[in-house]
Every structure is written in structure tokens, then in C-alpha cells.
């Protein structure tokens, strides 16, 4: 019987055929997808033929197609509804795919045959893509390792496959966490909270067949809980529980995993001839040294830590005003911080959510990219990894652009967080192939029956991810490795955050912020109210980011630390770190860190796109219109099409002129100073 991971995919839009596929396919489908594209990659370099940019370059862009589209189906699966034969498979599959890329960049001729191009690129009439292309691809073989020898060569590929290894096993770690624990609500304990925190509750109880009400590590429901719940003895309970996963001994404990991943990556960069890791990851982004990185983050410090420190002391004073003992601790800050907004802005989360339905908020991010950019939105029906998926094919003007898929709810098998990827990204090599676009979320399901409600931050999420998507949806290059989102890490997070403005265009809600009762809109008062209120809380919020994103730099800029506990302790004590803010993401379950090399030494990449986005969206205000045509097709003409085919930097300035400063950010944040 033919493995339908490897037949022809007779489907809508060639969507995988989520219906035939079994756990039982993936295996041998990697295996000889990593042969054909072996068996390629072999082609290419015993080619007779001089060197030459189709039988080199564009031959090593096609040779894993196959492998690229089984691998997208899997992931899309083991991220999103991940299952312990799954997660065996990830732990199978991430030695062999590291050792696959090994063999590639320490193939000898084929490094020869682009080295050969490279020294003859000035003759060879490139066009400008191209010419990246090669540069690109030359040296991602040279940071690969492709012009060792001997046993650093052969140490070098151990410590890569170790690293793959490692990541697999930190995320599973941390998900084996989250899946685990439960706290059991009584009826008595839910005095005081919100309807759809109560129904949150029980429909986690339902879940986990715990017998009632349950609160769980899914941030849909513990940091709701946490704003709500009177009970601080139950707050902490479920705070500390939350910010100790991975951290709690036996085989899920990650912070051993931690340190031998920090070892490796220093080892790593060292046989490659950097001073560090951080020198190493930073050289091909747009901060380009761990200095730049610093000061940019220092900046924000300095005036969030002191924003944060004066709400600590009104909060405190609440928390004494309930006749509680001081200090104010980490698990009382979301509590009395919403009440307080109840207090100052007449501002009630629970009384905000009905407005803020999930089918509206997409129909809000799906009308803004039309009137931005022309796409229309259709449901179709495709096959789909799990039930609560939905899809669309996006056209424009007739035609097919991409095909997006949405996974919205939270569930024990998803890991946590919110993020896009492609099935299938665009090119053009071979045909104009539309790409396949997924966007997932953790929000709360509702109850059979009743609409999803979100918080302003859910929805803020939504179009977040949804501006990744765009970014995948309007690529328009010829070849795959640069496409979409294949970006410098610091400017990937551009378009995202970018488009997270549009949520706040008063027109855009007045339309789409409908009652999920009355359907009639959020009334204009309550609207200003929210849109006033959209920086409360920011010295809180950027403090426990930006104290993140520096223990992350001060983990890669030296040596290795033997205990990066240790080092985290150090750094929060060196910046100040106020004692009721926690990091957002402590080491033992910092996923953007150690699941893998993504944001590794890069995590201060969302506040480097944050300094560009806030300029970015300055323009559309200084044009009087968030919808200005002209301005929207400039950055689809720069930013939003052209993947990797361009600096990131030219990218930017082809847009707005010039790069930006960190005002607007400080502005945005309300943290600039008089």
C-alpha cells in the first residue's frame, strides 16, 4: 500500500490528507524522503558540468521538496495536537534530521561547486535575488561548519545533533508539565469570578475528567484565574505551580538540560571561530553585536522598571487595604492591577469580553488585510488535523493566493503560546506554488453552544499571529529558502507587531466589537475607555519582558554557566528586578530559549521589531489614514513581499526612509518621559 505522505496529494489546494495519514506513515515516509533528497544532493555534486547557478544553487533549493512537505505535515501535528507516540517520533526524528543537514554542509563538493560560484559571482550576470540566494546559501554552509576538517568537523556535527536532541527533549519536558497538573476548585472557590472564568474552569474539568472545576497551566485559564480570584492562598498555589514547570525534579526537570544546551551552543561557536554564542547568532541580524542588543534594552529598562516600581506601591497599598500582610508578591499583581483598572478606567474585563467574540475578531484582522491589501477571505472545506480547525483560501482579484488555516483553542496536547507556520511556503521555482499558512492560538473554548469570548490581549494575539501570516501570504520571491518569513530573527517579528495596531483603530472595532448577546456594538464610552487603557499596566508588562530577554543575552555573550539558575539570579539582581515581577519566561520553561535554536540569544527580537513597527505605523498616522492605500502598498512592496530577498535593514528604509529611533516604542508603551 502506498504511504500516503508520499503519493500525490489529490486534495483541495494539495492540503496534506490529514484522513489517510496514520502516526504509523511519518516514520518511514522521513526516512525516504531524507534518501531522495541524499540521492539529490548526490546528483548535484557528481554533475560533470561546470558549476552554475540552475545546476547548483536552484538544484539544492529542490533537492528535500519531499522532505519539506512530510516534515510540514507532522509538525503541523505534533505542535498542535502532539500525542506520546507523536512526541516518540519528534525524538526519533531530530537526531536523524540533524545528522541529514551535517551531511550536507559537510559535503566537501558541494561546498566546492558554491564556493566556485562565489568566487565568480561578478561575472556571472546575477539578478539581485539571485545573488542573495548565494550569499545566503554560501553562508549558512560556512556557519554550518563547511570549511572544517578532522575532528573539529566531526565534533562539531556531535554537538549539533546533541542540540536537536536537547530541544525535543525541553519542549516535551515542559508539555509534560503543563498536561500534569491540575488544581481542583469547590464550589466556594469560585466565589468572586466571572462567568467565562467559571465556565473556563468546568470545561477543564469536563476535560481532564477531574469530576468538577479545575484550574490547569494553560494560560487561557490560570492568568484569568490569577485577575480574578480573591483567594491569594489559591493564587500562589497556581502561580507557583505555573512559573515552576520544568522545575520540579524527576525526568521532567529541565534546567540540566539547560546548562548542557548552553555548553554545547559556546562549544559550538567557539569551533567556528566566534568569541561567543551571542557574537555568533547576532552576526547575521539586524542588532548585529551583543552591545547593540544591550543598549537598546537598556533603554526600555530603565523608565519601565521605574513605571513598574510606582504601580507596585499602589498595588501594595490595596493589598494592605484588604488587610493582608505585606509585601505585594508576583501572585497578587494581575489581581489587584485588574482591579485597580476597574477603579481609575471603568474598565471591567469581564464586562469587555462579550464585545470581543473570536469569530468577529477574525472577521476584523480578515477586513483589514482587504482594505489593505486587497485579499479576500472564503471558507473551504479541507482536510484538517483536528476538528476545531478551520480554513480558508485567500484570493485576490480572482485569484488564489495562499490557503489559511486556523487552530484556535486551547487543548491537553497543544503546547502552549500562540504562533504561525507554513505547510507550505511560496516560490516560484517550478511553478507559482501558494503557499499553506497556520495560525495557532490558545484560547478558551466555550461551552457547546456559546460563542468564544476574548480578552483585549487575546485579540491583540489573534492579529499578531495573523500579521505573521500576511508576511507568508504575500511573498512573492522565486525561491523557498528566502521566502515568507526566512528573515533576519530580528526583523521577523515586524510584520506581526505591526498589525497588531490595526485592532486599535477606532473604526475597526466600532464595526466588529458586537455583543455576543445583542450584537449591538461596544458602546462609545466603553470604547475610548478601552483604547485609553491600551498602555495600562506597560511598566509591568515590559519589565517582566525585557528581564527575559537580558538573562537570555547574559546566557550567550560568555562563558557557558555551569548553573544558568544561578546566572538568571544574578542578571534580575544586577538590573533591579522588582520583587512582585517575575520573569515572563524563567529558564525551565523558557521554550523560545532552549526548545530549540530559534530565539536562542534572540529573544530581544520582538522589542528590536517593536522599535520598527511603532515607527512603521507612525507613518499611516501621519497620513490621517490607518487604511492609506498608497502607504499599504509600499510595504507590501518592501516589507511584506519580499521574504529575505533583501537586507532587512534596505527593506526598512525602501518603506520609511530612514531606520528608526526608539521614541515611538517608548511612546507606544507610555513610557516616554516628559
Given amino acids: 500500500m502506498t504511504n500516503p505522505l508520499l503519493a500525490p496529494w489529490n486534495t483541495p489546494f494539495e492540503m496534506p490528507p490529514f484522513d489517510k495519514i496514520t502516526d504509523a506513515d511519518f516514520s518511514p515516509a522521513v ?23 540552475a545546476n547548483t544553487i536552484e538544484a539544492l533549493e529542490i533537492a528535500d521538496a519531499q ?79 563547511a570549511q572544517l576538517t578532522g575532528a573539529n568537523a566531526e565534533r562539531l556535527k556531535e554537538v549539533k545533533a546533541r542540540l536537536a536532541v536537547l530541544g525535543t527533549q525541553f519542549m516535551q519536558n515542559v508539555l509534560a508539565d503543563e498536561k500534569d497538573w491540575t488544581m481542583a476548585l469547590s464550589e466556594e472557590d469560585l466565589a468572586g469570578l466571572p462567568d467565562f472564568v467559571v465556565a473556563t474552569a468546568r470545561a477543564a474539568g469536563e476535560e481532564k475528567d477531574a469530576g468538577g472545576p479545575v484550574v490547569t497551566l494553560s494560560r487561557s485559564l490560570i492568568v484569568p484565574f490569577l485577575q480574578f480570584s480573591p483567594r491569594r492562598d489559591l493564587r500562589q498555589r497556581a502561580y507557583e505551580a505555573w512559573t515552576a514547570r520544568g522545575a520540579n525534579g524527576g525526568e521532567t526537570d529541565t534546567r540540566g538540560i539547560a546548562a548542557e544546551t548552553l555548553a554545547l551552543r559556546s562549544e559550538r561557536a567557539a569551533l567556528l571561530g566566534y568569541e561567543s554564542f551571542a557574537d555568533y547568532k547576532l552576526e547575521t541580524e539586524m542588532a548585529g553585536t551583543p552591545e547593540a542588543v544591550r543598549d537598546l534594552l537598556m533603554q526600555v529598562w530603565t523608565p519601565a522598571r521605574a513605571a513598574a516600581e510606582a504601580d507596585a506601591d499602589v498595588l501594595e497599598a490595596m493589598l494592605l487595604a484588604d488587610g493582608f500582610a505585606a509585601p505585594l508578591e508576583a501572585w497578587d499583581w494581575r489581581y489587584y492591577s485588574e482591579k485597580r483598572r476597574v477603579a481609575e ?18 472577521e476584523a484582522a480578515f477586513s483589514c488585510a482587504t482594505r489593505l491589501f486587497g485579499l479576500e477571505f472564503q471558507p473551504v472545506d479541507a482536510p484538517k488535523y483536528h476538528e476545531d480547525v478551520r480554513t480558508w483560501e485567500v484570493t485576490r482579484n480572482g485569484t488564489h493566493t495562499a490557503l489559511f488555516v486556523g487552530d484556535y483553542f486551547a487543548r491537553g496536547g497543544k503546547r502552549s503560546g500562540a504562533w504561525c507556520s507554513a505547510m507550505r511556503s511560496q516560490q516560484k521555482l517550478g511553478g507559482d506554488i501558494r503557499p499553506i499558512v497556520v495560525n495557532v492560538c490558545n484560547f478558551a473554548k466555550p461551552a457547546e453552544g456559546s460563542p468564544a469570548l476574548l480578552s483585549f490581549d487575546d485579540a491583540r494575539t489573534l492579529f499578531h499571529e495573523f500579521g505573521h501570516a500576511l508576511h507568508q501570504m504575500l511573498s512573492d520571491v522565486t525561491y523557498e529558502s528566502i521566502s515568507g518569513t526566512s528573515v533576519a530573527r530580528d526583523f521577523v517579528e515586524l510584520p506581526s507587531q505591526l498589525y497588531e495596531h490595526w485592532l486599535e483603530v477606532p473604526e475597526v472595532l466600532a464595526e466588529f466589537a ?10 462609545g464610552e466603553m470604547l475610548k475607555r478601552m483604547l485609553a487603557a491600551a498602555t495600562y499596566d506597560t511598566g509591568f508588562s515590559t519589565v517582566e519582558y525585557v528581564a527575559s530577554a537580558l538573562v537570555d543575552l547574559a546566557f550567550h555573550e560568555g562563558p557557558p554557566p555551569a548553573d544558568p539558575m544561578q546566572k538568571q539570579a544574578e542578571v534580575l539582581e544586577q538590573i533591579g528586578m522588582p520583587h512582585a515581577i517575575r520573569m515572563r519566561h524563567a529558564t525551565p520553561h523558557f521554550a523560545h530559549v532552549f526548545a530549540g535554536d530559534g530565539y536562542s540569544c534572540g529573544y530581544y527580537s520582538y522589542m528590536w521589531s517593536e522599535v520598527m513597527d511603532a515607527d512603521a505605523f507612525a507613518a499611516f498616522e501621519e497620513a490621517g489614514d490607518a487604511f492609506d492605500s498608497g502607504l499599504a502598498a509600499r510595504l507590501e512592496d518592501t516589507v511584506l513581499s519580499s521574504g529575505g530577498s533583501v537586507d532587512a535593514a534596505e527593506l526598512y528604509k525602501a518603506f520609511r526612509g530612514r531606520l528608526p529611533g526608539v521614541e515611538a516604542l517608548l511612546k507606544g508603551r507610555g513610557l516616554a518621559t516628559a
Fill in 514 to 523: 458586537t455583543h455576543a448577546q445583542t450584537g449591538e456594538a461596544m458602546p
Fill in 67 to 145: 522532505l519539506g512537505r512530510v516534515l510540514g505535515a507532522f509538525y503541523a501535528l505534533a505542535g498542535a495536537d502532539s500525542t506520546p507516540q507523536r512526541e516518540a517520533l519528534q525524538r526519533e526524528f531530530a537526531p536523524k534530521l540533524s545528522a541529514y543537514g551535517s551531511v550536507i554542509s559537510s559535503n566537501v563538493a558541494l561546498f566546492e561547486r558554491i564556493d566556485d560560484l562565489w568566487t565568480r559571482r561578478d561575472v556571472m550576470d546575477l539578478t539581485p535575488e539571485e545573488a542573495r540566494v548565494l550569499m545566503l546559501t554560501r553562508r549558512g554552509f560556512v556557519r554550518a561548519g
Fill in 345 to 362: 478606567h471603568d474598565l471591567d474585563e469581564a464586562a469587555l469580553k462579550p464585545y470581543l467574540q473570536l469569530d468577529r475578531m477574525i
Fill in 31 to 53: 526516512d525516504a524522503a531524507i534518501d531522495t533528497a541524499r540521492d539529490a544532493i548526490a546528483a548535484i555534486t557528481h554533475n560533470k558540468e561546470a558549476p552554475s547557478f
